[in-house]
């Protein structure tokens, strides 16, 4: 999660959306007349982290009220790596961690795009992407700045970017 924290907003709304799940999941694993009709493992215990769950996505929507473009905070390097690790303890304790690598897909496909772009202008000293990976993705090169897209192709469904309609300026380099 700490690589995708680079722009106002992006790394919160797949934590909630991971949170969210996961506390979905919690709460079907911990109750037993729940796991036994969709034939999942019961975990007892589980079902207490779906409050933890629902509090990151309630903390969630109040930070991105204060991180939406222009942001006022920011999250920082101490809760990207702290939500990621709860999400993580979650889905080892709910043992669902397969379905972690499905849910946290957007993260592992932005450490890959930060990997190949490094490896790329370190050995070839050219950039595979024109800005920061993944992340940007569609530019407009009208005047001295220019007008990116906040929203990912694989980020689209997220609900909160369509109702807002985010998009933010970007110096142009």
């Not at 995708?4 to 969210?20: H, K």
């Not at 779906?50 to 009220?65: I, K, P, S, T, Y």
């Not at 709860?86 to 450490?111: N, P, R, Y």
């Not at 992340?135 to 897209?149: C, F, H, K, T, Y």
Request: positive net charge.
């Amino acid at each position: 999660m700490n690589l995708t924290d680079g722009l106002d907003g992006l790394a919160i709304v797949p934590v909630m959306v991971a949170a969210a799940s996961f506390g979905m999941i919690s709460y079907l694993s911990g109750n037993a007349v729940f796991a036994d009709y969709l034939q999942i493992h019961y975990v007892a215990g589980t079902g207490e982290l779906a409050v933890l769950c629902g509090a990151v996505l309630g903390a969630g929507l109040g930070f991105l009220w204060f991180n939406a473009p222009p942001a006022s905070i920011f999250m920082g390097d101490t809760g990207s790596l702290a939500l990621g690790g709860m999400i993580g303890a979650v889905a080892v304790a709910t043992k669902h961690g397969i379905v972690l690598a499905v849910i946290g897909g957007l993260f592992v496909l932005e450490a890959v795009s930060v990997i190949v772009q490094v490896v790329s202008f370190k050995l070839t000293g050219k950039r595979v992407f024109k800005m920061r990976p993944i992340i940007i993705i569609s530019s407009n090169s009208a005047g001295p700045s220019r007008r990116s897209s906040f929203v990912s192709g694989s980020f689209r469904w997220c609900w909160p970017w369509r109702a807002f309609n985010v998009e933010i300026e970007v110096a142009a380099s």
